[in-house]
């Protein structure tokens, strides 16, 4: 049985574990200060493929192939695997994983598709709908680029508030029983839109529904930033973190030290000239399935708050001058 707190948030008593993850990453990823947390580094953008997006199915198949790997299973001992990336139709993965052979649900979170993907994975596996399930997601900043801002060899000026999308890509594998980290809680975020247009903003744009699923987790389970170890939202970057924390600050509510972001941790922002910071699918997936989750393995971590966000907006969107809309979705996860 599971227990409903309140309308968003859902308590497992049957915790997904998991049981394996691995993180993909490029050549900026190799010169952060995570290098060494990545199980597979490539300083080619094509991952010795003939086009960037064809770059991005490799990670993937990479990604799942490592994690299989590491948790001594092969593709058929997965009943499902949930996965998505930025790219229309999601053509990174549905290409990276076709030959995979394994029942797939496709998802469509944007940047907060690593959670989407651990949330329904869990519940699929703390309902006994699944022994085993995969939960992926990918970015590549060249891909990302194409589609939604300028050609990459068309060299335009980033502005300020522009974060620079990580070329990586994330995989966890989730049990019905085993060791490792466990997902307890999952909260799953509403769609909140302030009215931000400007598509070179995504923290600003994203913030607000970071704080509204936070707020609704630390309502429903009736804790606060202090009862985790960290708090990590998912690509707001330096401006999209500041303003979450301007908004709990309003509620008298002190997010402190405990508060980080993924966006954040990727890179060295100065010194990698990126920016507001990291953004992209691939960035909190890379940072969860790379750093935290070894982190947690190594009792460094006991609890966390995965909470990673998505800016919903496509191309056609901006365009026609509407609004980014964001998305959040929450996780707890204990070992």
Known sequence: MQHRLGRQTVALENPAVILSHAAVGGRQEGEGPLSEYFDHLSGDSFFGEKTWEKAESAMQKLALSKALEKANLAAEDLDYILAGDLLNQCIGTSFGLRDFGIPFYGL???????????????????????????????????????????????????????????????????????????????????????????????????????????????????????????????????LGRQIVADFFAADGVDMGETYQDCGMLLYDIQKQDMHAGASG?????????????????????????????GALLSPTSSFQGESVPGICHALTIEM
């Open 281 to 309: 699918c691939g960035c909190s997936a890379s940072v969860l399935c790379g750093y935290l989750l070894g982190q947690m393995e190594a009792r460094h971590l006991k609890k966390i708050l995965f909470a990673p966000t």
């Open 108 to 238: 469509y979170g944007a940047c907060s598709t690593m959670g989407e993907s651990l949330a329904l994975g869990s519940l699929l596996v703390a309902g006994g709908f699944a022994k085993r399930a995969g939960a992926m997601t990918s970015s590549h900043f060249c891909t990302a680029e194409r589609q939604y801002r300028m050609p990459v060899p068309y060299g335009s000026q980033r502005t300020p508030t522009a974060q620079w999308t990580a070329t990586a890509s994330g995989c966890a594998i989730l049990g019905d029983e085993g060791q490792g980290p466990r997902i307890t809680v999952v909260t799953c975020g509403k769609i909140v839109d302030k009215g931000v247009t400007d598509a070179n903003n995504m923290g600003a744009a994203m913030a607000p529904a970071a704080y509204d699923t936070l707020r609704a987790h630390f309502s429903a389970t009736g804790t606060g930033p202090k009862d985790y170890d960290l708090v990590l939202t998912g690509d707001l970057g330096v």
